[in-house]
């Protein structure tokens, strides 16, 4: 399977955007997301329109796990086992039986084939620049504020 070419660091964020709405709001990962370097967004399938609070608290929540200086791992596994603690759904028919499980210290876990940082502390600042909310859909638009070394 061949690694996508995303952008590392907005790669890493989406995965920690990803548990957080998981987190907060009881949804699934995001539905479809586009991921660029200098901007990106994603949608969550939510039942009620979230107040600019829980917003806030997203984007807290977010910047407070990139904070802690996680280790970004990953490890190559059958996907018998790793289905005991991933959603699988999502993955192609043609997927091979041992999969990549990219895993954010304690805080995430996904199969994924896309490049990620070493740590969150390579990930800089997270910030929502913009969001909307329709038929059930909340869209995040997001960008990082870089740290020096990339």
Known sequence: MSEKNYDPQMHTAEHILNQTMVRLFGCSRSKNCHIERKKSKCDYLISNEPSMEQIGEIE?????????????????????????????????ANTPDTIRVVRIGNYDACACIGPHVENTNQV???????????????????????????
């Open 124 to 150: 800089g600042v997270f910030n929502i620049i913009s969001h909307s909310y329709n038929d059930g859909v909340l869209r995040l638009r997001f960008k990082l504020n870089r740290p020096n070394q990339q």
């Open 60 to 92: 807290r929540t977010v910047n407070e796990i990139i904070s802690m200086n996680l280790a970004v791992t990953e490890e190559h596994i059958p996907q018998g086992e790793a289905s005991a603690f991933l959603d699988l759904s999502k993955l192609p």
